[in-house]
């Protein structure tokens, strides 16, 4: 039969975890308030930006730029954003997994990340991380967005790689997170669907519009990506913390109910053994 003094140990010490994660829980839960704010407040400017650079890019016929030219040779190359801590239940692993499903050629596909887990991730299984990204998952700002972006123009121009890629985890709500992959470069205007476009005039000429246009781009687009991860990975560890800390209070109370009944035991077996020696006795 257990000690009590080991039941005991063992119950302070869930308690000292409940407290922790409860802890984490109310942090995770402050700072969500926030990114989702951030993340809320930049998506419409995002994709509306968006939305009209593939409109002008898409009304400029025969327009040539370092970022509308298709490669035929080159390697892969993916932005992974992931977390820099753990304790943030299944987020940074799904988010590997969406990248792990782009790479085709491991030799010819090189790796930009985004926190620890990813960086650590693919410098484990021995990959080509090109540059890497630590302490911004959780608080990232625009001139991180804009470094990003610059590298990843930067290499694609280079004429080494034939595309970019970016995974990360658009925060749909509070419990729901879904990770995407997007397809960066070469940038891709929309197809011909038949309706009206609008039609631009051009100052000085289209080309320099597109030329200031297509990195801005780049750049909307990968700041808004970090804006969702952090929200989702802040999301995810307060749902991740906050099943830790039920799982405490249920666990303590199993122990407190395991306590006593060994207690209860261990009384009955003293009255007994009293009761045994007081009938020796006569």
């Known amino acids: 039969m257990a000690n009590l003094q080991d039941i005991r140990r063992r119950i ?32 419409p400017y995002a994709e509306k930006t968006a939305a009209v650079i593939r409109s002008v890019a898409a009304a400029a016929d025969d327009v040539s730029h370092p970022l509308l030219e298709r490669h035929e040779s080159g390697k892969r190359l993916i932005l992974v954003l992931a977390a820099d801590k753990g304790l943030a239940g299944a987020y940074s692993s799904n988010a590997l997994k969406a990248a792990m499903a782009l790479v085709e050629d491991k030799a010819n596909t090189q790796i930009v990340t985004v926190g620890r887990k990813a960086r650590d991730f693919f410098r484990n299984r021995s990959f080509d ?7 911004i998952s959780e608080k ?53 669907d038949g309706r009206p476009r609008a039609q631009y005039i051009y100052e000085p000429d289209a080309e320099t519009v597109l030329g200031h246009l297509l990195p801005q781009y780049i750049f909307t687009i990968v700041y808004a990506a970090l804006l969702q991860s952090a929200a989702s ?27 006593n009944k060994v207690r209860q035991a261990g009384i009955t077996n003293e009255i007994n053994e009293i009761v045994g020696g007081a009938e020796a006795l006569k």
Request: charged residues 25%.
């Open 12 to 43: 302070r010490s869930v308690k000292s975890i409940q407290q922790i994660t409860n802890a984490m829980d109310m942090v995770a839960t402050s700072r969500l308030r926030r990114a989702k704010e951030a993340a809320n407040r930049n998506r």
């Open 129 to 135: 991380i090109v540059s890497e990204h630590i302490g």
């Open 140 to 192: 990232p700002r625009a001139q991180h967005a804009q470094k990003i972006a610059d590298e990843l123009i930067a290499a694609f121009s280079g004429g080494g790689i034939k595309e970019v890629y970016m995974i990360y985890t658009r925060f749909v709500s509070a419990i729901t997170c879904v990770p995407e992959a997007v397809k960066l470069l070469p940038f891709q205007a929309p197809e011909d």
């Open 233 to 259: 990975e802040l999301s995810s560890r307060m749902n991740a913390m906050s099943s830790a800390t039920d799982n405490a209070g249920e666990l303590i109370g199993k122990l407190d109910l395991y306590y």
